[in-house]
């Protein structure tokens, strides 16, 4: 009996054939709609996120994260036929997404903190005299909301929101006048800590997103479930 061995050369893998290849743009439309879906679910929980953000110690900022986690399942499902997807747009959209959400949501916060200016015990002098005169408590909170809007909107710019950050950033401090009673109204976000906290909060939603849809770069079916 004679044996013969015979020697083939090994194939290399070639580096550029395992990254993802561009998609086509009505494919991107798919991924684009995911990210659209994405970010109708955050505008819904925008409102509950903007109260959250006030938790001691910035506890506030986990449910960015886990918001941005629960609505990247959605986007998952929608783009996951057109998979492999690049890096690139993948990271684009999260950012998009966070960014647009946190714009969103300092709108609630401002109207939140505005309608919080007066809470007890701050006027209660001018409290006292509203239920001594047979008054609505709640048309004077909302008395002193509309007072604090038009101050800052006054001193930084005619833009709500953009008047509450400018004045979070620059001041985070005012004087305010309802029914004749002064109070200094304060944040406790001013300055740097409410950039800082901005920041926290983009970046967040991002990677909750980008943790939900990151394996959709895989050219293999994948699933973001766990099996049973």
Known sequence: MRCVMTY???????PAAAEPGPIRSSSL??????????????????PLL???IWLPFYFGLFFFLVGG??????TFRIARPIRPIG??????????????T?????????????????DPPKFATARNAVVRDGGSL??????AADTFIREITKQYS??????????????GKMTLVVDGQSETVSTDHAGWAWLVRALAEILLLAGGLWSSIESLRSPTPVSNLIGP
Not at 8 to 14: A, G, L
Not at 87 to 100: K, M, N, S
Not at 107 to 112: M, T
Request: aromatic residues 10%; proline residues 5%; hydrophobic residues 55%.
């Open 158 to 171: 005619n833009i709500g929101p953009l008047a509450y950050a400018l004045w979070t950033i620059k001041a």
């Open 87 to 100: 890096r690139r747009p993948l990271l684009a959209g999260a950012l998009v997404v966070g960014i647009l």
């Open 29 to 46: 439309g798919r991924l684009w709609l995911g990210f659209a879906v994405a970010q109708a679910m955050l505008a819904c929980l925008c």
């Open 8 to 14: 083939t050369t090994p194939v290399q893998p070639d």
């Open 69 to 74: 986690l629960l609505v990247g399942a959605a």
């Open 102 to 118: 946190f714009a969103i949501a300092t709108v609630f916060e401002c109207r939140h903190f505005a309608n919080t200016v007066s």
């Open 50 to 52: 903007a109260r959250l």
């Open 138 to 143: 709640r048309e004077f909170e909302g008395r």
